[in-house]
């Protein structure tokens, strides 16, 4: 299956960065990637962004508000981020679940609304340190898929992340046999509960992805891509990531 990078630049960006977006989306139409490439910008330069890329590489939101429109202050649909540009959106990032409290019933809620709006969802899972050590990393992501992902899913429509949350910009990655372990996990889990479609879904590791380790990573048995951090933030490294898959 086509490969996947994608850059989640988190609460990071001002309008200079957007240079950084204009590099990547021209070095791609000169020399195309064998993988897909999406940048996740802040919602502020989701518009901007993308009318950059001028579809020479897909933008997406870092995430979305379930809702269609109304009074939710500060909320941001997902229909709004479809027509600011945005082809995707990140979904229950552990980072949202845990600062803002975000629950699988509320991450799957998001998920629908993102289908309904056009939008590829790229729904975030991963274990705790903790959760890992005490053998529980299968039951934990099992329990994050079963309650995240909703009936309906189809490869087309949802990418899988995985990003084990000790990995997430320590600079510390799994050994590769355990990241082929729980992927393997990842894609059975799939495949029993949305049959055949579950063996085209993408899955993407994340976690501490740099030009360095990207190579040894994306080549691994059911790591279909990645999701990058810190290193997308700067156009060299994130191509360097992009031309390793
Ligand atoms: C992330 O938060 O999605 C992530 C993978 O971050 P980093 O690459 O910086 O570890």
């Known amino acids: 299956m086509r490969p996947m990078i994608a850059g989640n630049w988190k609460m990071n960006g001002l309008l200079a960065q957007l240079v950084e977006i204009e590099t990547i989306a021209v070095a791609c139409a000169a020399s195309p990637p064998q993988a897909d490439c999406l940048i996740c910008p802040p919602a502020t330069l989701l518009a901007l962004a993308a009318r950059l890329a001028a579809g020479r590489i897909a933008i997406g939101a870092q995430t979305c508000d379930a809702g269609i429109s109304g009074a939710y202050t500060g909320d941001i649909s997902a229909n709004m981020?479809?027509?600011?540009?945005?082809?995707?959106?990140?979904?229950?990032?552990?980072?949202?679940?845990?600062?803002?409290?975000?629950?699988?019933?509320?991450?799957?809620?998001?998920?629908?609304?993102?289908?309904?709006?056009?939008?590829?969802?790229?729904?975030?899972?991963?274990?705790?340190?903790?959760?890992?050590?005490?053998?529980?990393?299968?039951?934990?992501?099992?329990?994050?898929?079963?309650?995240?992902l909703p009936d309906g899913l189809t490869a087309?429509?949802?990418?899988?992340?995985?990003?084990?949350?000790?990995?997430?910009?320590?600079?510390?990655?799994?050994?590769?046999?355990?990241?082929?372990?729980?992927?393997?996990?990842?894609r059975q889990a799939l495949v029993a509960r949305f049959g055949d479609e579950g063996l085209s879904v993408n899955i993407l590791y994340g976690g501490s992805v740099?030009?360095?380790?990207?190579?040894?990573?994306?080549?691994?048995?059911?790591?279909?891509?990645?999701?990058v951090g810190g290193a997308s933030l700067d156009a060299i490294a994130f191509e360097a990531i992009l031309r390793s898959a």
């Open 81 to 148: 981020c479809r027509n600011a540009g945005a082809s995707a959106v990140i979904l229950g990032h552990s980072e949202r679940r845990r600062f803002h409290g975000e629950t699988n019933e509320q991450v799957s809620t998001k998920v629908r609304a993102a289908w309904a709006a056009g939008l590829l969802a790229i729904v975030c899972i991963g274990e705790t340190e903790r959760q890992r050590v005490e053998g529980r990393t299968r039951t934990v992501l099992d329990d994050q898929m079963d309650g995240s």
């Open 210 to 227: 740099t030009p360095d380790n990207a190579r040894d990573i994306l080549q691994l048995a059911n790591v279909d891509g990645a999701l």
């Open 156 to 186: 087309q429509t949802t990418v899988v992340a995985h990003e084990p949350l000790w990995s997430i910009g320590t600079g510390l990655t799994p050994e590769p046999a355990e990241i082929e372990a729980v992927h393997a996990r990842i």
